[in-house]
């Protein structure tokens, strides 16, 4: 079964840092490219960023460009997300997702929750 | 940036009416254009893909259409397990955008 399993989620300060993970199982991690996306509570859908097979070409919103890094270990079939300098406006449900480039996001993980607050 | 200006924002609709929900590319994205549909406390599922193309699993009721800027979905003889919210994204180079999205209630 193709499965994604964000973690990594909670409460973090203003200012602070965090880092998601998104474990992959069912299919060849390492030949897809991959994506983030995030729910802010009773919004819509926000596309964070992607990352290619190999790393080599790694895309952001141009919001959080300078906020965000996205990563990736094939061996461990994993998708990082390395937030900082959160901020209230961060507090949201983080998805990871296959897919980016000029493919759609075919598969999606359950979400991890972060709350940035004092 | 492409924007996706996805309409309406809510519907109400009874079981068995037919649907449309319109989405409008601000540049031409031939046909790099997905739905996906979320049920309250769920995590958004793929329904369409390239525009016109059914994700595996997805039922006939629903069809995609449109080319270029103007693109819609089409839901036949809507079903109790069919309402929820309804987003469009373009997969047409970076950054991807997801249309506001569609909350589909029962009547």
């Known amino acids: 079964e193709v499965k994604l399993l964000e973690s990594g989620g909670g409460l973090v300060q203003p200012g602070g840092s965090l880092k998601l993970s998104c474990a992959a199982s069912?299919?060849?991690?390492?030949?897809?490219?991959m994506s983030w996306v995030r729910q802010a509570p009773g919004k819509g859908l926000e596309w964070i960023g992607e990352?290619?097979?190999?790393?080599?070409?790694?895309n952001y919103t141009p919001s959080l460009k300078d906020k965000f890094i996205i990563s990736r270990d094939n061996a461990k079939n994993t998708l990082y997300l390395q937030m900082s300098k959160v901020r209230s406006e961060d507090t949201a449900l983080y998805y990871c997702?296959?897919?980016?480039?000029?493919?759609?996001?075919?598969?999606w993980g359950a979400g991890t929750t972060v709350t940035v607050s004092s | 940036d492409i924007q996706m200006t996805q309409s309406p924002a809510s519907l109400s609709a009874s079981v068995g009416e037919t649907v449309t929900i319109t989405c409008r590319a601000s540049?031409?994205?031939?046909?790099?254009l997905a739905w996906y549909q979320q049920k309250q406390g769920k995590s958004p599922q793929l329904l369409v893909y390239?525009?016109?193309t059914l994700a595996e699993g997805v039922p006939s009721r629903f069809s995609g259409s449109g080319s270029g800027t103007q693109f819609s979905l089409k839901i036949n003889s809507l079903q109790p397990e069919d309402f929820g919210s309804y987003y469009c994204?373009?997969?047409?180079?970076?950054?991807?955008?997801f249309g506001s999205g569609t909350k589909l209630e029962i009547k």
């Open positions: 997702a296959r897919g980016g480039g000029l493919y759609y996001l075919d598969v």
């Open positions: 069912g299919f060849d991690f390492s030949r897809y490219w």
């Open positions: 990352i290619n097979p190999d790393s080599s070409t790694i």
């Open positions: 540049e031409n994205i031939y046909s790099y």
């Open positions: 390239n525009a016109k």
């Open positions: 994204q373009h997969h047409y180079g970076t950054p991807f955008t």
